[in-house]
């Protein structure tokens, strides 16, 4: 609540969890059916595109670079 999305980019993982990544840097993952958002990754560079690899593992195209994310807990 309160937050401005800016949607860049947006991704499905394979147990229908949504990654959202967003101008601002950010990257949200989504339980849409709970209405869950929990803050995955901050300060990139405007991302504009994510690609899910596997459930932990993401890549993100961000204005300089591709940068692959990894959660590692």
Do not use: M
């Amino acid at each position: 609540q309160g937050v401005s999305l800016e949607v860049g980019g947006l991704a499905v993982r394979g147990d229908g969890r949504v990654f959202v990544c967003t101008r601002r840097g950010e990257v949200w993952l989504a339980d849409l059916a709970t209405r869950e958002w929990k803050l995955f990754a901050s300060g990139l560079h405007e991302p504009l595109g994510i690609l899910v690899e596997n459930d932990h593992q993401i890549l993100v195209a961000q204005r300089p670079e591709l940068t692959r994310l990894k959660d590692t807990n």
